[in-house]
């Protein structure tokens, strides 16, 4: 009879501790490959400042650091640790000129800066005029220990900091364990006093770096937002220039049905085109249609009433008129000769410039000016000062309740569509000017749409 084999034995469980030293020593060698290696590019700091003088500031600093301490470190280990010159002079310049590379180059400053600094503490265990004094950093290593924490907490990421924050604590426990009778040992005080400058520098850094984030992201909303406003009002303009192109087709498909009625003698092959040009007309009228529907909005009733133009421009002023708004309109009676396309663009810029100075400039005295020398209509809106608060002119009610919000935007994109010329800009009494100027097309026989259709298809 078959023996069963025994089950398998379980794995031998891992104590905690195998577990937290593997967490130390992965730690470990993160810090020490972030402290081998910089997280930015040897850019200077405050390279992207706009003005000069904060792009050399930097390099200011760190000379008047090196100045400094160069020759005060020099001066303290001779006098105060009893160095000889040539010793002092070497240490002083290997803790201290370094200091010039903190603008662009903080990391590979503390790698030469730290060594020199343990290699003096080290040097002053057997110096015997050093017993009584500050040790293992000297009050100069100190303080510049200082400046460089704050350099590397402006540039280096959280773990580096955290590498360089730790290094002068393990070396002064070191220190410490070798040489226990020194009582004046500030390795403590340095570790609390470089936590506070790296936290501060940190905080520094960081509110910068939300900063021009957040500068970044307003530059990109605003330019979207352009865009958007742009596509809308160009989606505006469409919807307005369909109802005067629907208008010509028609037109154009009651003459094609009509003509074989109104013209006697025409030949079979003429009716035959006239047939085709009339059923071209309808399929484009569907066509239309179709598009209309992507580019209405349901709901928009106020859209479906005729498009206004230069005869409603004195509605419009007398509206802004009883508004509060005082406005003035000098517009040539009997203007002819205007194409639907610039008489609507006329009226929408008379329409855009006022509603602007309502919001902007309330109470101000407003000029609205159109005319046409047969080549060009110009269309100018020009307006004073805003009153002062407080003003009997200041305005009761304004003229629309809810304004497209597309101002400027969408008299440019009128005026382009038209072919025609833009001027906008403060004046400098405080006022401001809106100046289009719209081709007219040369004067010539009435064309086809001018016969009024019998029987129109409205899309």
């Not at 009002?233 to 009509?258: C, G, K, P, Y």
């Not at 100046?435 to 409205?458: G, M, T, Y």
Request: glycine fraction near 8%; hydrophobic fraction near 40%.
């Amino acid at each position: 009879m078959p023996t069963s084999s025994p089950p398998p034995s379980p794995p031998p469980a891992h104590p905690p501790a195998d577990g937290l030293l593997r967490a130390a020593l992965r730690n470990l060698r993160e810090i020490g490959h972030a402290l081998s290696h910089p997280s930015h590019p040897p850019t200077p700091l405050l390279s992207g400042a706009p003005k000069r003088w904060q792009r050399l500031l930097p390099y200011v600093v760190v000379v008047a650091l090196a100045a400094v301490f160069i020759p005060v470190t020099i001066t303290v280990l001779k006098d105060e640790y009893g160095l000889s010159g040539g010793i002092a002079g070497a240490l002083g310049v290997a803790q201290a000129a370094p200091l010039l590379m903190l603008a662009h180059r903080p990391l590979e400053a503390w790698w030469i800066i730290f060594p020199a600094d343990v290699l003096g503490a080290i040097v002053l265990l057997v110096q015997d005029d050093a017993q009584k004094s500050a040790w293992p950093w000297t009050p100069p290593g100190f303080v510049s220990y200082l400046f460089l924490l704050l350099a590397l907490s402006l540039r280096e990421r959280r773990r580096t900091l955290i590498g360089v924050w730790l290094a002068p604590g393990v070396a002064g426990l070191v220190l410490y364990l070798v040489s226990s009778d020194r009582g004046d040992n500030n390795s403590i005080l340095l570790m609390i006093l470089g936590a506070v400058v790296l936290v501060i520098g940190t905080a520094v850094r960081e509110r910068g770096d939300a900063q021009r984030l957040l500068a970044e992201q307003e530059t990109i909303n605003e330019a979207e937002r352009a865009q958007r406003t742009l596509l809308e009002e160009r989606t505006r303009i469409a919807r307005e220039l369909h109802d005067m192109v629907a208008h010509h087709m028609s037109v154009i498909t009651v003459q094609a049905d009509s003509a074989p009625y109104r013209l006697q003698g025409l030949s079979d092959e003429a009716r035959e085109e006239f047939g085709s040009i009339a059923a071209s007309a309808r399929e484009s009228l569907t066509e239309m249609r179709r598009l209309l529907t992507v580019l209405r909005s349901e709901g928009t009733e106020g859209e479906r009433a005729p498009q206004p133009g230069l005869d409603r421009v004195q509605q419009l002023v007398e509206a802004t008129v009883r508004a509060g708004l005082p406005a003035e309109l000098s517009l040539p009676a009997g203007l002819k000769g205007v194409p639907p396309a610039v008489d609507l663009s006329a009226y929408r810029i008379v329409q855009e410039a006022l509603a602007n100075v309502m919001r902007h400039a309330p109470g101000a005295r407003t000029r609205v000016s159109i005319s046409s020398d047969g080549a060009h209509l110009t269309v100018l809106v020009v307006n004073d000062p805003p009153e002062p608060t407080g003003s009997s002119l200041a305005p009761r009610t304004p003229v629309e309740t809810t304004g497209t919000g597309h101002g400027l935007v969408g008299m440019r994109e009128r005026v382009r569509l038209t072919g025609g010329t833009l001027d906008t800009g403060p004046l400098p009494d405080g006022g401001f000017r809106v100046a289009a100027r719209l081709p007219l097309p040369p004067a010539s026989a009435p064309s086809a749409s001018s016969v009024p259709p019998s029987n129109p298809e409205h899309s």
